[in-house]
T-cell receptor, first 114, second 113 residues
Framework: GGIITQTPKFLIGQEGQKLTLKCQQNFNHDTMYWYRQDSGKGLRLIYYSITENDLQKGDLSEGYDASREKKSSFSLTVTSAQKNEMAVFLC?????????????FGEGSRLIVV | QQNVQQSPESLIVPEGARTSLNCTFSDSASQYFWWYRQHSGKAPKALMSIFSNGEKEEGRFTIHLNKASLHFSLHIRDSQPSDSALYLCAVRNRGSALGRLHFGAGTQLIVIP
């Protein structure tokens, strides 16, 4: 089996600051995702990437940038942190090519804006 | 745009009870359906999936899908305290080979010993 590692587990920053979350997977999956989890609102897709150097916007991409430097890693940057953005950010990966493929998630990074 | 709704928002049941969680979706082109389970502070993990109308059973867990009613559900037989978690339903549309899932807001289940 594989694992998805997200760093850091907690990210504390000031309002207006640029903050970056990192994700590594060793499943050798093609597609990677960043979701935001707010209490009572489920998971909302921010960005996804189907291969190295590819980026696709999700439903919540405004205020975020992403980078897929290599197949195993996917970074998410909050361009200007706001207090209403405090949430858990979940990274996931899946094999490409079949819509029945399951997503595998990391444990999440919690963003705290002070 | 897909709209996925879950009910109830939260549920408290005694150990040994049968528990039912519900999920409705809006897009009739939806074809792939999952239940994910997330223990507190942990990663969501796929629990069960179903891709055609009907019922599927795995151990204490049963998933029902009725595409005509835009509804699927998860039933837990003999609920255990270890089943206490956030349950998320997820839907993928036909042709969405890139893997984009739409999630509900979740049902928080607490099983009391």
């Amino acid at each position: 089996g594989g694992i998805i590692t997200q760093t850091p587990k907690f990210l504390i920053g000031q309002e207006g600051q640029k903050l970056t979350l990192k994700c590594q997977q060793n499943f050798n999956h093609d597609t990677m995702y960043w979701y935001r989890q707010d209490s009572g609102k489920g998971l909302r897709l921010i960005y996804y990437s189907i291969t190295e150097n590819d980026l696709q916007k999700g439903d919540l991409s405004e205020g975020y940038d992403a980078s897929r430097e290599k197949k195993s890693s996917f970074s998410l940057t909050v361009t200007s942190a706001q207090k209403n953005e405090m949430a858990v950010f979940l990274c996931a990966s899946s094999l490409q090519g079949a819509p029945g493929n399951t997503l595998y998630f990391g444990e999440g990074s919690r963003l705290i804006v002070v | 745009q897909q709209n996925v709704q879950q009910s109830p928002e939260s549920l408290i049941v005694p150990e040994g009870a049968r528990t039912s969680l519900n999920c409705t979706f809006s897009d009739s082109a939806s074809q792939y359906f999952w239940w994910y389970r997330q223990h507190s502070g942990k990663a969501p993990k796929a629990l069960m999936s179903i891709f055609s109308n009907g019922e599927k059973e795995e151990g204490r867990f049963t998933i029902h899908l009725n595409k005509a009613s835009l509804h699927f559900s998860l039933h837990i037989r003999d609920s255990q305290p270890s089943d206490s978690a956030l349950y998320l339903c997820a839907v993928r549309n036909r042709g969405s080979a890139l893997g984009r899932l739409h999630f509900g807001a979740g049902t928080q289940l607490i099983v009391i010993p």
